[in-house]
């Protein structure tokens, strides 16, 4: 069985964080930062950070179209907050004419920007989720987007009550979702040390095609 190679975009934001979890995920991983490195992965995770600099770094170093191109091709993608909107098909960004973000189309869901409010109101909570095992998952939230509308094909893994942080609004749908091999959390997992199971979550579907493609 071949080990996947995945790949972590590596412009901006938590980058290292996703590598050691990964790795501690059975994968072989790799940051990318050029086109050649993007062609070599069989996954890429698209980190946390600030997706508008994200969008002008994926122009600067010329990887916004092949990894637009390489998603649409069905490479498996996993983005945490920041990587969910670019990995978005739409950002709703209050106040920003034209948008400051360009999002690589690979989920049909819309999101909406710091839509928890300032930095001050990140958050952490515990939370369960459909296909990962073991009890709730902690999720640690920074200036998160929310996932305002899911398309038909996207499956939303979260099983939370209503409201849970008291924010007034019904989250339900925007913790963690996934469509085909398109993974995405509106949290970050990479800063909750050891304990990997969202990005074994991920290792699996990108071994899965793997398989499927020794097969074929
Ligand atoms: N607020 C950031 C953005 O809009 C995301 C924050 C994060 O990745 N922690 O890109």
Redesign the pocket.
């Known amino acids: 069985m071949t080990k996947p190679l995945i790949g972590v975009l590596a412009l901006q ?2 980058v290292a964080e996703h590598l050691a979890a990964l790795e501690r995920s059975g994968a072989d991983a790799r940051p990318v930062r050029r086109p050649e490195e993007l062609a070599a992965v069989h996954g890429i995770v698209v ?6 600099t ?1 969008t002008r770094l994926l122009d600067t170093f010329e990887l916004y179209e092949p990894l637009r191109e390489r998603l649409a091709a069905g490479l498996p993608a996993y983005g ?4 969910m ?1 670019m990995l978005s098909g739409e950002v709703l960004d209050e106040g920003r004419k034209p948008p400051a ?1 360009r999002p690589l189309g690979a989920l049909d869901i819309v999101v909406r ?2 839509a928890f409010g300032r930095q001050v109101d990140s958050f952490e909570t515990d939370l369960d989720f459909a296909g990962i095992p073991d009890g709730p998952v902690h999720a640690v939230f ?4 929310w996932v305002e509308k899911v398309g038909a094909d996207v499956e939303v893994l979260a099983t939370v009550p209503d409201d849970p942080d008291n924010t007034g609004r019904n989250e339900a749908a925007g913790r963690m979702v996934q469509q085909g091999p398109v993974l995405a959390t509106s949290f ?1 997992p990479e800063l909750v040390g050891g304990d990997e199971r969202v990005h074994r979550y991920f290792v699996k579907i990108v071994q899965a095609r793997l398989n499927t493609a020794a097969q074929a």
Do not use: D, K, L, W
């Not at 980190?47 to 508008?52: C, D, M, R, V, Y």
């Not at 945490?80 to 990587?83: L, M, N, P, T, V």
């Open positions: 934001g938590g980190p946390g950070g600030e997706s508008t994200m945490s907050c920041a990587g909107i973000v920007r710091n920074i200036r998160a987007p970050h």
